[in-house]
């Protein structure tokens, strides 16, 4: 079993940053693809960025240029989001992909509003 939890959420002002974080645990393939998505209020859930144990990182058209993904080991993912907008207000989810199944963990908020 892989247990995923996302932690560094909250409100934000326009323009502003926020970094998440989100580490796996348990079960942990040596090759796997972390990431993150988001489901913005009354939408479907979309791609924020991806990025392979050994890989470049892939971003949503809508971030590149903002929003930056690295690895810290290969249990571990951040986003650091900067130049934040009203529209990236969503429920931002980690993702572990391994050749055994998809992880999930459960979400953290993240609301940008003056």
């Known amino acids: 079993q892989v247990y995923v939890v996302e932690s560094g959420g909250g409100l934000v002002q326009p323009g502003g940053s926020l970094r998440l974080s989100c580490v796996a645990s348990g079960t942990i393939f040596l090759d796997n693809t972390m990431g993150w998505y988001r489901q913005p209020p009354g939408k479907q859930r979309e791609v924020v960025a991806l990025?392979?144990?050994?890989?470049?990182p892939d971003y949503g058209d809508s971030v590149k240029g903002r929003f930056t993904i690295s690895r810290g080991n290969v249990n571990t993912v951040y986003l650091q989001m900067n130049s934040l907008k009203p529209e990236d207000t969503a429920v931002y989810y980690c993702?572990?992909?391994?050749?055994?199944?998809?992880?999930w963990g459960q979400g953290t908020q993240v609301t940008v509003s003056s």
């Open positions: 990025i392979t144990t050994g890989g470049a």
């Open positions: 993702s572990h992909k391994t050749s055994k199944g998809d992880y």
